[in-house]
């Protein structure tokens, strides 16, 4: 029986369905995975990050005992590169470079971790042995490790035939209306800045398992992906000539993705190829190591930005000149991150009438670079919130004010910036506000003034950013170059009793779907979310999905299947108006019941649904037995998520430390469904930002060898380098979905990297500082305050 | 090979092994006992946490044949025979303390032996300390933390639920 619990609707911090298998060792995560007589797969990875593939000798791995095979690039002839879901344009309006991406080196590495050769053995310890056996004759080529190398005269190429190792040369706004701004402001404020690279570490490593049905001749591939739709579209369809109908893709539980888990990586087609070719399941498990080599990584930006102000301090326009790594080749949605994830970000959440931005993408002999918690808007965000405080700093504005000054107003919505977005909601005056009154930002010069006598130098920053989440719609990202609609999909399936699965091309991997979901459904159909399941990550059960990825599993997939269950209302409206013997336009829905309009007649979602499928009264003639519907929904914008983040900081003199002490979030993330959830991701995503903006940062060395190669030497933040997080929504409802959300899952890891560098630099002020860049280490700090070098 | 004989969860298995099988695979390949991950191979991230004879261990770090009449806890087997969730599981579950779930069976392990070895109770301070060999790329760490707090009332017979304990 459906009884109707308002708390567990909309607004409601209900406790999650999906903790219970977590919590009892019970989740399926693909390493969990075993098929009957599956085999293991090694991947045999380059340890240079640039040579000739002079030779591979194979034949003694593959007599070694347990071995059932060793592939190479010869043995995958017919077998596509892995495709680039993005083609951007260059400024002369020709394609960007787009070299092919293979599955496995042909001829040549081009980075640390580029896979060589596979084993397949009975265990993995017998592939890891025999992977030892394999030869291979490398010619060590030159490396190109950084983008100032890489684009050096006479720099060795990553790719022969792109020339100048150059990617796209890309632009976006208008630059003459930008130099004549220009000429006339008074002040002028140069500032350039590395946005650290970074990577992604969800806990769980990736793994790949391939099975093949001979009786059936469909494969199966069980992956740790955000997006097992996407992932069987571009494998099936580019990389192994699978129809989707003889191909299943299985994303289980999967452990955390950040973006990482986005892309079709080698090792999917690997397994899925060997498991058909050898009759065999294959399971492909990343270490840790192996991760750190062949994750796609994130960030890496080089920026020269400068700002143009009046004398009041009104922003008159910016230009921006970014060079953004891609590593070695091209991942799925990398070519869009520096680009329409990035410089479309630049207005923020201020006026500034003429900006013009230019982007150069660069191939280097590193791991391919794509999108990261954020993406893009991280990279944005901390250029324009480092920019408005060196601004204030250099012109002698207050640095709140100068904020506030520049602020889109909350009546000018919506609200159109000179790159190409158009906000449709938000109140920046309001997420200030209530940010400065929660971290007492008035109250800070005492508190400065205590740690002090304490022998701490304690800093406040803040940054008031704006985001872009739910990428869409189809029509615009197609022309921008998505080679991919952005829409998502829901079903919802009310059973003959009244219990209701949904089936959502979303993909959880933490950010707790099946209840939020559930809420949703209990909210609008008055199901009890106990009645209702959640079903994702599987194509053969799912129609169809683009996945999860830049917040927009609600916005999106959300709005889909509010629009499936309006479907089912409508339906059941017509199904209740035969049994009630009414004019359909006299009945009423509310959260489970369909009622006469002034009268007491009225029949429960229950009753309707089992009339719907035992319709022994029911008006056959017209509508079609069962209750079941599906949505396709295709936003008409972005959403645009913004907010306030302060950040307050220890310094230890002594030895360089930051010591997080306070962190306030003020967001506006829409309409809020659970709020325990959304302060979840909110503090999980600062903790990123934080990690970002004091401990995080990959480093390879000039021959391209990466020295961050393991958690020994990559610092991730740990449960005593953080604080507690105030978190704290202001809503504004976006105007364009049906829900009024905008997304949760980024705004942390975006708005709060520069208000923590601003609290560092603000907590340095008596040495002159301008600025420190990503990671603030104990080293750099040490050395400002020491004066030299260590 | 060698042979271990181990009781886990209560019931004793007698296992083939070679020299090398560390003891997570032991639990995950041979007793399909899943629920104890392996997030690295530097010993960094504690998603493989256990109880061995009584003690946290990283079970990624631990021969198999060093284990030979051990006592050894999983994740699986914390909660009552009945499925009543151990006090830890329960505060997890009321602070939100988990998103993706796969570092969350080492944490609730080593959570659990932090607790029972020190009755004095732990302030917020020690417990960020005390969690220093778990990873965590979710959840920031601040309602595990409060989810330790309040499960340390329930497991010393402070307060008689996770819930209460949030009062």
Same mark, same amino acid.
Request: charged letters at 15%; proline letters at 7%.
């Given at each position: 029986m459906n009884l109707v619990t308002p %708390?567990?609707?909309?607004?409601a911090s209900v406790k999650r369905k999906e903790d219970l298998r977590f919590l009892s060792g019970r989740g399926q995560y693909t390493d969990d995975i075993n098929r009957p007589g599956q085999a293991y797969a090694f991947i045999l990875r380059s340890p240079h990050a640039h040579a000739r593939i002079a030779g591979i000798e194979t034949a003694k791995a593959a007599a070694?005992?347990?071995?059932l095979a060793v592939y190479t690039? +010869?043995?995958?002839?017919g077998i596509g590169g892995l495709p680039c879901g993005w083609q951007i344009h260059n400024k002369d309006g020709t394609p960007m470079a787009e070299p092919k991406h293979p599955v496995l080196a042909e001829?040549?590495?081009? #980075?640390?971790?580029?896979?060589v050769a596979v084993v397949i053995a009975e265990t993995r310890a017998r592939a890891r042995d025999a992977a030892e056996a394999v030869l291979v004759d490398y010619e060590v080529l030159p490396a190109v490790a950084s983008m100032a190398a890489a684009q050096a005269p006479g720099a060795p190429l990553? #790719?022969?035939?792109?020339a100048g190792n150059l990617c796209y040369d890309w632009h976006i706004g208008d630059a003459a209306q930008v130099e004549a701004a220009f000429a006339k402001a008074a002040h002028r404020v140069v500032f350039e800045t590395t946005n650290n690279r970074l990577v992604p570490n969800a806990m769980e490593p990736r793994c790949a398992v391939g099975d093949y049905d001979t009786a059936t001749g469909e494969h199966t591939l069980y992956t740790t992906s955000q997006n097992p739709h996407v992932i069987r579209l571009l494998m099936g369809a %580019?990389?192994?000539?699978?129809?989707e109908a003889k191909l299943r893709v299985v994303a289980p539980?999967?452990?955390?993705?950040?973006? &990482?888990?986005?892309y079709h990586y080698a090792e999917e087609a690997i397994v899925t190829w060997a498991a058909a070719k050898l009759g065999r399941p294959v399971k492909w498990t990343a270490d840790r190591s192996e991760s750190f080599v062949s994750d796609a990584h994130g960030r890496d930006h080089v920026t020269r930005a400068e700002l143009a102000l009046d +004398?009041?301090?009104? %922003?008159l326009a910016l230009k921006v000149s970014t060079q953004a790594n891609m590593g070695a080749y091209l991942s799925? %949605?990398?070519?869009?991150?520096?680009?329409?994830?990035y410089a479309t970000l630049l207005a923020g959440v201020y006026t500034t009438p003429a900006i013009y931005a230019e982007v150069k993408a660069v191939f280097t002999n590193t791991v391919p670079v794509d999108a990261y918690r954020g993406a893009g808007r991280p990279e944005a965000t901390f250029l324009l919130e480092r920019l408005v405080d060196v601004a204030a700093k250099r012109c002698g504005f207050d640095r709140v004010e100068l904020r506030r000054k520049n602020f889109i107003s909350p009546? +000018?919505?919506p609200y159109q910036t000179p790159v190409a977005l158009q906000y449709d909601s938000g109140n920046y005056h309001a997420t200030l506000d209530a940010a400065l009154a929660t971290a007492d930002w008035a109250g800070f010069e005492a508190r400065r003034a205590e740690a002090k006598a304490r022998g701490r130098l304690r800093g406040i920053g803040i940054s008031t950013y704006l985001e872009a989440c739910g990428i869409a719609p189809s029509a615009v990202v197609g022309s921008l170059g +998505?080679?991919?609609?952005l829409y998502e999909v829901g079903t919802i399936r009310v059973h003959p009793t009244g219990s209701v699965t949904v089936l959502t091309g979303a993909h959880s991997h933490g950010q707790g779907h099946e209840t939020t979901f559930a809420q949703l459904v209990a909210d609008k159909l008055g199901v009890p979310i106990a009645n209702v399941e959640v079903v994702h990550g599987d194509t053969a059960k799912v129609p169809f999905g683009m996945g999860t990825?830049? &917040?927009r599993s609600l916005a999106v997939g959300g709005s889909a299947m509010d629009k499936a269950m309006d479907k089912i209302i409508a339906k059941g409206k017509k199904i209740a108006a035969h049994l009630m013997e009414a &004019?359909?336009?006299d009945i009423e829905f509310d959260r489970g019941t369909f009622r006469v309009a002034g009268t007491d007649k009225a029949k429960s979602l229950t009753e309707i649904s089992l009339a719907a499928y035992v319709?022994?009264?029911?008006p056959i003639e017209e509508l079609e037995p069962g209750l079941e519907e599906t949505a396709f929904y295709d936003p008409k914008n972005f959403t645009y998520p913004g907010g306030c983040h302060i950040a307050e900081v220890e310094i230890e003199?002594?030895?360089g430390r930051v010591h997080l002490v306070n962190f306030t979030a003020v967001d506006?993330?829409?309409?809020?469904?659970n709020p325990m959830i959304v302060e979840g991701q909110v503090q999980g995503g600062v903790a990123q930002g934080v990690g970002q903006a004091l401990l995080e940062g990959c480093v390879y060395d000039a021959d391209g060898?990466?020295?961050?190669? &393991?958690m020994l030497d990559y610092t991730m933040p740990r449960a005593d380098d953080l604080a507690p997080v105030s978190v704290a929504t202001h809503t504004t409802l976006?105007? #364009?979905?049906?829900?009024g959300v905008k997304g949760c899952g980024e705004v942390g890891a975006i708005g709060s990297p520069p208000a923590v560098i601003n609290a560092v630099v603000d907590a340095l002020r008596d040495w002159g500082v301008e600025h420190i860049e990503m990671p603030a280490t104990p080293q750099k700090i040490w050395s400002i305050i020491h004066g030299k070098s260590c | 090979m060698p042979q271990v004989t181990l009781t886990v969860n209560g019931k004793q298995h007698t296992v083939e092994v070679e020299g090398r099988t560390l003891l997570v695979e032991l639990l995950?390949?041979?007793?399909?006992?899943?629920g104890t991950h392996v997030g *690295?191979?530097?010993?960094?991230? !504690?998603? *493989?946490v256990v109880h061995v004879n009584g003690d946290s261990v990283k079970s990624c770090t631990t021969?198999?044949?060093?284990?030979?009449?051990a006592h050894v806890t999983t994740i699986e087997g914390?909660? $009552?025979?009945?499925?009543?969730?151990?006090p830890m599981q329960e505060a997890f579950r009321e602070y939100h $303390?988990?998103? *993706? !779930?796969?570092c969350t069976p080492g944490m609730v392990m080593s959570a659990v032996d932090l607790v029972r070895k020190n009755p004095q109770g732990l302030s917020e301070k020690e417990i960020r300390e005390g969690l220093e060999g778990n990873l965590c790329r *979710?959840? !920031?760490y601040h309602n595990i933390v409060k989810a330790i707090a309040a499960a340390q009332e329930v497991m010393h017979g402070r307060r008689a639920s996770v819930a209460a304990a949030a009062e």
């Open positions: %708390f567990e609707g909309i607004g070694m005992p347990g071995v690039s +010869a043995d995958l002839a001829g040549k590495v081009r #980075h640390v971790g580029d896979p990553v #790719h022969e035939g792109v %580019f990389v192994l000539n699978i129809p539980d999967v452990g955390g993705g950040f973006g &990482s888990k986005i +004398a009041e301090g009104r %922003f799925t %949605f990398a070519p869009c991150v520096p680009t329409y994830l009546d +000018a919505f +998505a080679r991919a609609g990825y830049g &917040s &004019s359909v336009e319709p022994h009264n029911y003199p002594e030895t506006d993330v829409g309409r809020v469904i060898q990466l020295l961050s190669g &393991s976006c105007t #364009h979905n049906p829900l | 995950r390949e041979k007793l399909r006992l899943t *690295c191979d530097t010993s960094q991230c !504690g998603a *493989c021969l198999a044949v060093m284990c030979d009449g914390l909660a $009552a025979p009945d499925g009543t969730l151990h $303390a988990l998103q *993706c !779930g796969f *979710c959840t !920031g």
